[in-house]
């Protein structure tokens, strides 16, 4: 009788122990959690769908090969208004157990970058759909700013020949832009028997029919607008109307399909969208190959420049996650995210400040009319 309680206690204990080992690696396997938050009805519907659209590819990859250290990847995925963004974002930390927020809309960037709330969780923002500068040391930037992007897009019209250039600055930019890009051409080397540049600068302040009649009888190259996918295409529009058919240069935010229906069928002019990422079709890099592939394997849907970031973006968390042991969170994640990281091809370094990448090529966008 003694025998057989001995031997039935055993058992439980041998089972009790086993259920407590079980649990804590339940607990150390818990799945990793990213979350998303969109600005509900945004402009920036349709990029943050298909940034995500590449993002998920990649973490459905790496699910399917055991996660990150054996954490499988989970997606929240958030809309709210300007105003809800803050609350939003710590629900999402408190109640989902978010650990990162990823790709997070333009215009919520600044209030939940500013959060003292979510500064004191040590939840970082990487990959924020934003070419905006930030101070805070818990975003990360996988793209150049805007400022940057119009520099170097300016610069690859110089190398196209190109000598009489227009930049139009619309609200919400800063009116200093023009003058630190007239400083930079100022100082920018020049070969022996180069023409000479102008560079014309302009404000949008209002009517863009107005503007357009100040800039057409200057017969400039190429435009430059620094402002979202409205303004680009209203004052593309304008110029049209003014019989100015030249090269339209747009930021990487502009949505060219949204552009060109505002322009029309009758547009005949060039448009050209500066790119953050290398050319998805082309297959150049390892990392476009890749992602290629795996959006036929578990998306069938065709690559653009959008779901190639989220793809970088996705496969530098991976991977960061995976050289840190994969159990980080809070200020750790933070600190393992700081890393310098070639991602197939494509290099993304955090090792010097917030933004990992100055990459910028123009794309040739084929209009309507032609």
Known sequence: MWQTLARRCACALACAAAAVTLTAQAQDNAAFVVGQLTERGGEQADYARDFMAGAKVAFDAANQSGGIKGRRINLVRREAAQNEAVPQA????ERDHVEVLFGVSERLLSALAASPEITRRNVPLLAPLSGATSASDNVLFIRPDYDHEIVAAHNRLRQFGMRRIALVTAAGFDPQLGTRLRSTLAGAPKAKGDAAETLDLYTLAGDPGELAARIAPTKPTAVIVAGD??????????LAQQGWYGFLVGLSSVNPQVAKEILGSGYSGGLLLAQTVPNPASGNTKVAREHMARMKQFLDEPPSAATLSGYIAAAYLIQTMNAAGGKVAG???RRALQARVDVGGFTLDFTRGNRGSEFVDLNYIQGSGN
Request: glycine content about 6%; cysteine-free; charged content about 20%.
């Open 90 to 93: 710590v629900d999402m930390i």
């Open 229 to 238: 996918t409205l303004t680009y295409a209203t004052v593309g529009r304008a």
């Open 331 to 333: 200020a750790e994640l």
